[in-house]
Nanobody, 128 residues
Framework: LQLVESGGGLVQRGGSLRLSCAAS????????IGWFRQAPGKEREGVSC???????NYADSVKGRFTISRDAAENTVTLQMNSLEPEDTGRYFC???????????????????????WGQGTQVTVSS
């Protein structure tokens, strides 16, 4: 099982980025996928999660600005990030959680607990 993140970069405050998490080596519809981020000197925090059935959850800090979606045909989960703020700066990772086929459960929390097979991450830097 492998996850590869892409789409990070440097943007100004108010800008947008679209992150992708490409998954391979798994039956995609049996996994919830989460996005997490870690800033220097801070703990890793949850950003958003999407269940195997498409139910979503967001951290309060990104609600209304970020949108997570999944494409079963491409085995990809996308995180559209709008109205970016300097506080969004960090390395963004995706990870998986085993669940059942296309269920709504799995993303009751955005905490990293229970997630595995972390990717290498992609850097997001938002300048002020």
């Amino acid at each position: 099982l492998q996850l590869v993140e892409s789409g990070g970069g440097l943007v100004q405050r108010g800008g947008s980025l679209r992150l992708s998490c490409a998954a391979s080596g798994l039956q995609f519809d049996y996994y919830a996928i989460g996005w997490f981020r870690q800033a220097p000197g801070k703990e890793r925090e949850g950003v958003s999660c999407i269940s195997s059935g498409g139910t979503t959850n967001y951290a309060d800090s990104v609600k209304g600005r970020f949108t997570i979606s999944r494409d079963a045909a491409e085995n990809t989960v996308t995180l559209q990030m709008n109205s970016l703020e300097p506080e969004d700066t960090g390395r963004y990772f995706c990870a998986t959680k085993s669940t059942h086929w296309r269920v709504s459960e799995g993303c009751e929390s955005t905490l990293p607990t229970g997630f595995h097979s972390w990717g290498q991450g992609t850097q997001v830097t938002v300048s002020s």
